[in-house]
T-cell receptor
Framework: EAQVTQNPRYLITVTGKKLTVTCSQN?????MSWYRQDPGLGLRQIYY???????DKGDVPEGYKVSRKEKRNFPLILESPSPNQTSLYFC??????????????FGEGSRLTVL | GDSVTQMEGPVTLSEEAFLTINCTYT??????LFWYVQYPGEGLQLLLK?????DKGSNKGFEATYRKETTSFHLEKGSVQVSDSAVYFC????????????FGGGTRVLVKP
């Protein structure tokens, strides 16, 4: 089954404690991206990657890091989480070429609370 | 920059009612337009899309027409069901920006039996 898998789905942590949210896709997609969803703001892009070892900042990258060492994985790293990073996070992937360009496949989301 | 504006919710309807969710956009290039749907506790799923002016996207009884002259992409369904209760997001993608989707704020729809 084609899917984007995120872990953990729910996490409560404390300020300053490093955490990683993993994301894996099994569709051989070149493009992967992280979004955060906040009430009334829709989804905002944090980072994206066009291919292995190629990453770039989105609209709200402050406080986050990513890496793309393998095509299927795109972890999101919060080195020193703060309460304003409490949010619902989505990983997404897509092909870069063809008729379906721009059609993103989303994971189920990871709800993060930073106390 | 690129932006998407959609009507705020929640929108509460009775079953079999007509649904319209307004969406307008501004874009620096020639965008593709999308509607995504998020059911409770799930990630977003593509509902429909249109890639050029006057195209009509349709799926599951939902329709939206790409109107370049009014920079709009309104979502409609003629007869909603309880199972259509969800949050709906309008989004755009500009080729020059890679695969980045710019989303509206989302509209929550609640359909009552």
């Amino acid at each position: 089954e084609a899917q984007v898998t995120q872990n953990p789905r729910y996490l409560i942590t404390v300020t300053g404690k490093k955490l990683t949210v993993t994301c894996s896709q099994n569709m051989n997609h070149e493009y992967m991206s992280w979004y955060r969803q906040d009430p009334g703001l829709g989804l905002r892009q944090i980072y994206y990657s066009m291919n292995v070892e190629v990453t770039d900042k989105g609209d709200v990258p402050e406080g986050y890091k990513v890496s793309r060492k393998e095509k299927r994985n795109f972890p999101l790293i919060l080195e020193s989480p703060s309460p304003n990073q409490t949010s619902l996070y989505f990983c997404a992937s897509s092909l870069l070429t063809g008729a379906n360009t721009g059609e993103l496949f989303f994971g189920e989301g990871s709800r993060l609370t930073v106390l | 920059g690129d932006s998407v504006t959609q009507m705020e919710g929640p929108v509460t309807l009775s079953e079999e009612a007509f649904l319209t969710i307004n969406c307008t956009y501004t874009a620096t290039g020639y965008p593709s337009l999308f509607w995504y749907v998020q059911y409770p506790g799930e990630g977003l799923q593509l509902l429909l899309k249109a890639t050029k002016a006057d195209d009509k996207g349709s799926n599951k009884g939902f329709e939206a027409t790409y109107r370049k002259e009014t920079t709009s992409f309104h979502l409609e369904k003629g007869s909603v069901q309880v199972s259509d209760s969800a949050v709906y997001f309008c989004a755009l993608s500009v080729r020059a920006a890679g695969n980045k989707l710019t989303f509206g704020g989302g509209t929550r729809v609640l359909v009552k039996p």
